[in-house]
């Protein structure tokens, strides 16, 4: 969900013309990802931080090779959360985000101190060898815990990485009626690139639908063609 010039930041988001609280139409954008139906959801590191400030302390050495690869904690709920943590610090306080259970993608340098804090808390984890690269992370989901399709819905970062990997399928717009209106606050796409870098190249959207929701809001659905990209999730 972004204002209509594209920012994320809703705390900076003009306020409704008829009073109508802001939270209320953030509560139509929440109604809206879970019609998408997926298998599971994610959230960039920064965007998760608002939920778990806090950084996990740690002084143990990385995991050894032979360290088991796969944790299966609790899974109570029909889809699940995704965070991938290449730092191996979120201090996680509870299993389950918005009632779903968290699902961590870690690297090889996560140490066993870390791995012990998230199987306490029933938190399932994969280990993969380099957790920055989202397209070995989201391949291991889908092959260990059966996860096809993801909606990521929050972090300009993430959604940035995901363009320039090709890993995104589908582009669900939810536009809220409002302005930021400042430069160099955080847009849809935050691609950390130089300024040569083209995350979009050899991708283009074709509409697919365009409604009016509750509130002025519009929901917006584009699919990705892709020149030179290949792969099997839907985001």
């Keep these: 969900m ?3 010039d ?5 705390s900076r988001w003009t306020e409704p013309f008829d009073g109508t ?3 209320t139409l953030l509560q139509v954008y929440a109604a809206i990802g879970r019609e998408l139906g997926t298998d599971a959801w994610m959230f960039g590191k920064n965007t998760l931080r608002t939920a778990f400030p806090e950084k ?3 002084e143990s050495c990385a995991v050894t090779s032979d360290m088991p690869s796969v944790f299966i904690g609790e899974r109570r709920s029909q889809r699940m959360f995704i965070v991938a943590d290449p730092e191996a610090d979120i201090y996680f306080t509870s299993s389950v985000l918005r009632d779903d259970n968290i699902l961590v993608i870690v690297g090889r ?5 870390y791995l012990a804090h998230l199987r306490e808390r029933r938190i399932s984890y994969v280990i993969v060898s380099d957790a920055t690269d989202l397209r070995e992370g989201l391949e291991t989901v889908g092959r260990e815990f059966g996860i096809r399709s993801v909606s990521v819905q929050g972090g300009g970062i993430l959604n940035g990485a995901l363009l320039a990997d090709g890993l995104a399928d589908e582009l669900s717009l939810v536009i809220y009626p409002g302005i930021d209106g400042l430069s160099g606050v955080p847009s849809i796409f935050e691609y950390m690139g130089g300024k040569t870098s083209n995350p979009a190249s050899g991708q283009s959207l074709q509409l697919l639908s365009a409604s009016q929701r509750e509130h002025g809001i519009m929901w917006l659905r584009y699919k990705f063609h892709k020149n030179h990209f290949g792969n099997n999730f839907r985001l």
């Design 6 to 10: 594209g920012r994320l930041l809703n």
């Design 109 to 113: 340098s996560a140490t066993e101190e």
């Design 2 to 4: 972004s204002s209509v």
């Design 21 to 23: 609280p802001a939270s």
């Design 56 to 58: 996990f302390r740690t």
